[in-house]
């Protein structure tokens, strides 16, 4: 078996020096990652409705989704001037949520600050208040790598630094500011820059989803692709860890990664609390009220919409009902699932050859932080690497969501959607007895939904979840939009960033050639 390659920014043997993924060029990466989705055979659904029955091949599952003759492609592709040596000021940011949505803060940092022609202060993690866990950025993320790809975007600093003047040391205290939610461009050329350019520097708190991800503007959406799947990298421990068990996983074939969203906070705040126990619905309850806005929520007219997330036995009957058997190797990301074990005795039924990262790697590390950031990162990696990804609550999800735009990135990778509304009543039925033709109820609506190849991005889909097609080009099109940049674009980027660092030195000496003679 051909073994899948490996994301070429995020997925690849750690060796001497650094490694083979820290040496390569930018350039080099960009080409690597648009190559992707031409080295597999494309899957296109059976669709036909002259079958008398839907089918479905597993086989064609394994492969990635058909690309159409889309590429990854996030780099300029108009004018695109490196940000000035001399900036309006300073921002700096607290991300705050899980992982995932400090994730998402991140790529909105960075494209606010290029917004305003600001320096960035290297974005706070709040990750405390959500996980108990104080890793921090540069406990994720590659530091380095993240300040040198973006060099040709914005300027970024570690911290403010302190102004030495007249033999005096002074610190800039940087304005707090909170965003509207989903805050328009205009918010930031008005209201938070005129702030910045009064002290010198801002601070944004909170700042999960203070930027509109619907912006006319394809340059800054694919500003914000470059940072999210090509700056934004793990730590290379958390790389080679994440690699170590997509290997071992993989030597026995392929495999599939599911993201079993069936956990107390996600279950309270979609009100599906009628399957549990007077005790178990008493603890959601409880959580619902103390973390959610007051609403009376039916579990019959919820479950109906497809509102409530899958159990794992409805996750193990759709799986099996699309034709994949008990030898199916699944790795589940997910965290303390609700509930308990008679939740998972029946999927475990279906599907025996389960893992999660503590089963695959028993390391001290993961052990230790099974639960915080840098498990979730492992897992991220995981079911970025698998074969096949499988959200089952994808709705308020920011790991599902970015994790589906991520696998679209990383080329056309297949997953497995479920269309909870059009699963609803095919499972109701079945609970009320009517058994006959279930398999095939299920094909039928599975078959409508989207595998991971390019499609049209409808709200509520989150450009995080989706960047056809700003993030994507065509090498042959007739729509100048879509044509795909000229390879040498990270060089020409670099050639434009060093002529500009030139004239402005020679503009410096000139200033001061002038100064001097005036004197």
């Not at 699309?322 to 509930?339: C, H, K, P, Q, V």
Request: with cysteine; hydrophobic share 35%; charged share 25%.
């Amino acid at each position: 078996m051909r073994r899948r390659l490996g994301h070429p920014r995020q997925h690849g043997k750690q060796g001497g020096g650094g490694g083979l993924l820290a040496k390569l060029s930018i350039a080099a990466l960009f080409l690597l990652i648009c190559s992707l989705s031409l080295l597999s055979a494309p899957f296109t659904p059976n669709t036909n409705g002259s079958t008398a029955q839907s089918q479905m091949n597993v086989e064609d599952l394994w492969k990635s989704a058909n690309s159409g003759g889309w590429k990854p492609s996030s780099a300029p592709r108009s004018e695109w001037p490196s940000p000035p040596k001399e900036t309006n000021g300073y921002l700096r940011v607290r991300c705050n949520g899980g992982l995932n949505q400090q994730r998402s803060a991140i790529c909105n940092a960075v494209l606010a600050a290029r917004i305003m022609n600001a320096t960035l202060v290297l974005p706070e993690l709040d990750a405390n208040s959500f996980w108990h866990d104080d890793s921090g950025f540069h406990g994720l993320y590659d530091v380095e790598h993240f300040i040198q790809s973006l060099r040709f975007d914005v300027q970024i600093v570690e911290r403010i630094p302190e102004i030495h003047k007249n033999g005096k040391t002074k610190k800039i205290k940087a304005f707090q500011l909170r965003p509207p939610r989903d805050a328009p461009i205009s918010w930031y050329t008005t209201d938070a820059l005129k702030k910045m350019k009064e002290h010198g520097a801002i601070y944004l708190s909170p700042f999960s989803h203070r930027l509109a991800e619907e912006i006319d503007n394809p340059e800054y959406q694919r500003l914000r692709c470059r940072v999210n799947y090509h700056a934004l990298r793990f730590k290379p421990h958390i790389m080679k860890l994440s690699e170590s068990i997509v290997d071992k996983l993989r030597a026995q074939g392929h495999f599939m990664a599911i993201h079993l969203r069936f956990e107390m906070d996600m279950l309270s705040f979609a009100g599906c609390f009628d399957i549990f126990t007077p005790a178990e619905q008493k603890i959601l309850k409880k959580y619902r009220k103390e973390n959610f806005a007051d609403k009376t929520l039916i579990y019959k007219e919820r479950r109906a919409i497809g509102k409530c997330p899958l159990t794992p036995e409805e996750v193990g009957l759709i799986l099996r009902a699309m034709g994949f058997n008990n030898s199916t190797r699944i790795y589940l990301a997910a965290g303390e699932l609700f509930g308990g074990e008679r939740f998972m005795t029946p999927f475990r039924a279906l599907f025996p050859r389960l893992e999660n990262h503590s089963s695959v790697d028993a390391s001290e590390e993961l052990a230790t932080n099974s639960q915080g950031l840098i498990g979730s990162a492992v897992d991220y990696m995981v079911c970025l690497l698998a074969d096949i990804f499988m959200p089952t609550y994808d709705g308020p999800s920011n790991f599902a969501n970015n994790l589906l735009g991520h696998r679209l990135y990383y080329g056309f990778r297949t997953n497995i959607r479920p269309d909870r509304k059009g699963l609803a009543p095919v499972f109701i039925a079945r609970e009320n007895g009517r058994t006959a033709g279930f398999e095939e109820a299920v094909r039928h609506v599975m078959l409508k939904t989207n595998f991971g190849g390019p499609h049209k991005r409808i709200s509520p889909e989150s450009f995080y979840t989706n960047s056809w097609p700003e993030c994507f080009c065509q090498m042959e099109t007739q729509n100048p939009a879509h044509k795909c940049p000229s390879e040498n674009v990270m060089q020409n980027l670099h050639s434009q960033l060093v002529t500009e660092n030139i004239n402005r030195e020679q503009h410096n000496r000139s200033d001061s050639t002038v100064s001097l003679t005036e004197r």
